[in-house]
């Protein structure tokens, strides 16, 4: 009760200031609760935020302005991979990596990035595409390291594996009439990633290897993104062999991450914050995180873990190089479309409000994202202790699921586990590998 109430009160003082658009009644009774049962220092660290905060007129302001250089993300490391980018990171290791230029049919322009073969230079004959979550970027794929990160695992498997990235994030900042300083650059959501950013990589990955189709390997929004592609452009279907969910999300009913709920209408804290300034501020998340990281100095793993699922068991090592990769810059619209699905119960398309909604679907309310289109063959992995891909929630994505190849659950790993556990190897990674060998004898 103590750690709820320390909460609200934190949040009334964030909230407050932004001064004159808060109009948000708190802790109306009919609302659920934020179920809490999370660490204990990180409702100190929110309360310590919070006190910060409240002592500085125009906090919000102050917080779009800082700079790179101001945050400090993570506490100074003695592994420099946590200060090498992908290019360096896979030097170091001794992989191949091309860096790929594509535009999208409304004008970003991303690089994406390609480990054509491994150490041992095996032959390769299948092409594996893989795409990271929200606020982060190809780079995900390599921290852990060798024999441990799953593009290496691929790669020295013998596959072509290539790394997308999704518009906004720190290697798809230019467009080709607009700039990252100006709003419209970031009026997109994870829609705009499904319908424009995953079709013209995966062409291009396609066209460069000369294949028909790949094996598509997705991360938490790099599954909704691939869940809204399949849905709205079900050609992409037969581009696709088989699809790995990893730590799915899409229906979000049932998340219990602390911090999405913060930012969903559902719960009335800081989504109206988020409409206010996405069009003024590209790096505001980047910022707030940053920043919140940067008061609360070695209590920084909470933050993460109040986004993710608490502690992990696995992934002390690797934790510094992961949070010198990220968060990266992203749209506050992605979290917001986030947001509406967790107050809806749908999976749905972006709710610009009845009058546009409307214009632009015919309708008052957005339309579901139709998954009776999606014909590919899906492997599931989730967890118990994600906070963000709830098993409540996975299961209804299930439901809608035409064809799903395997269903696995896996025990005690939290949001950021598929990706940075050192076991997420032995228990997820290597079982990909067979899973794909598997099905390409049979294809
Ligand atoms: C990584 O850093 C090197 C050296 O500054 C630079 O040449 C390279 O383009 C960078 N790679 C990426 C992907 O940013
Ligand atoms: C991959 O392709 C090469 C050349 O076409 C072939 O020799 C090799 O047997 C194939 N490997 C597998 C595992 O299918
Ligand atoms: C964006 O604005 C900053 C600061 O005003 C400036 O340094 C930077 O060059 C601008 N970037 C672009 C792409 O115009
Ligand atoms: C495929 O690559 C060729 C040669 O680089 C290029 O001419 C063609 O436009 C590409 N097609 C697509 C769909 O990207
Ligand atoms: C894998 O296949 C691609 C496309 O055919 C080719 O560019 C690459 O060199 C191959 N890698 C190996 C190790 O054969």
């Not at 935020?49 to 490391?77: G, K």
């Not at 990271?132 to 970027?137: A, K, L």
Request: glycine share 6%; net charge negative.
């Amino acid at each position: 009760m103590f750690a709820q109430h320390t909460l609200l009160v934190s949040l009334v003082l964030i909230t407050r200031c932004h001064s004159q658009h808060v109009g948000y009644k708190l802790s109306k009774s009919s609302e659920p609760p934020i179920r809490l049962g999370i660490l204990d220092s990180f409702v100190q660290g929110v309360h310590d935020i919070a006190t910060v905060l409240s002592s500085v007129p125009d906090t919000i302001s102050i917080l779009l302005n800082q700079d790179e250089e101001q945050i400090n993300l993570y506490a100074p490391s003695d592994n420099e991979d946590a200060y090498l980018n992908i290019t360096q990171l896979t030097a170091k290791y001794g992989y191949p990596c091309e860096e790929h230029s594509v535009e999208t049919e409304d004008g970003y322009i991303i690089n994406m990035h390609r480990i054509p073969h491994g150490r041992k230079n095996r032959m390769n004959n299948s092409t594996v595409f893989l795409m990271h979550g929200f606020m982060d970027s190809s780079d995900s794929w390599i921290l852990q390291g060798p024999d441990k990160a799953l593009a290496y695992i691929l790669a020295d498997e013998g596959f072509d594996v290539w790394l997308g990235n999704a518009r906004g994030n720190k290697h798809a900042l230019r467009h080709n009439t607009l700039n990252r300083n100006q709003s419209d650059f970031w009026d997109f959501t994870w829609e705009d990633m499904g319908i424009y950013d995953l079709p013209v990589m995966i062409d291009h990955a396609l066209n460069v290897t000369d294949k028909e189709s790949l094996y598509y390997i997705g991360y938490s929004q790099g599954t909704t993104s691939f869940f809204v592609m399949t849905s709205l452009k079900p050609e992409y279907n037969d581009k696709i062999k088989m699809m790995f969910a990893l730590a799915p999300v899409a229906w979000m009913a049932n998340v219990r991450s602390p911090l999405v709920k913060m930012f969903s209408p559902a719960f009335n804290f800081l989504s109206n914050v988020l409409w206010d300034y996405n069009f003024i501020n590209t790096e505001f998340l980047e910022s707030f995180s940053g920043t919140i990281c940067g008061i609360l100095g070695t209590n920084c793993h909470s933050v993460m873990y109040m986004i993710v699922g608490h502690d992990s068991k696995y992934m002390n090592d690797v934790m510094p190089v992961m949070l010198g990769h990220m968060p990266t810059t992203s749209s506050t619209l992605q979290l917001v479309h986030y947001g509406q699905l967790v107050k809806s119960g749908r999976f749905c398309r972006f709710d610009f409000g009845a009058q546009r909604n409307m214009e632009i679907y015919g309708a008052e309310y957005p339309p579901d994202y139709d998954l009776s289109n999606v014909a590919v063959p899906v492997v599931l992995y989730f967890s118990e202790n994600d906070w963000l891909a709830d098993i409540a929630d996975v299961q209804i994505l299930e439901h809608h699921l035409q064809n799903i190849y395997e269903s696995n659950y896996i025990q005690d790993f939290n949001h950021l586990d598929f990706l940075y556990a050192s076991k997420a190897n032995e228990i997820i990674y290597s079982k990909i590998v067979t899973q794909i060998l598997d099905f390409a004898e049979v294809d």
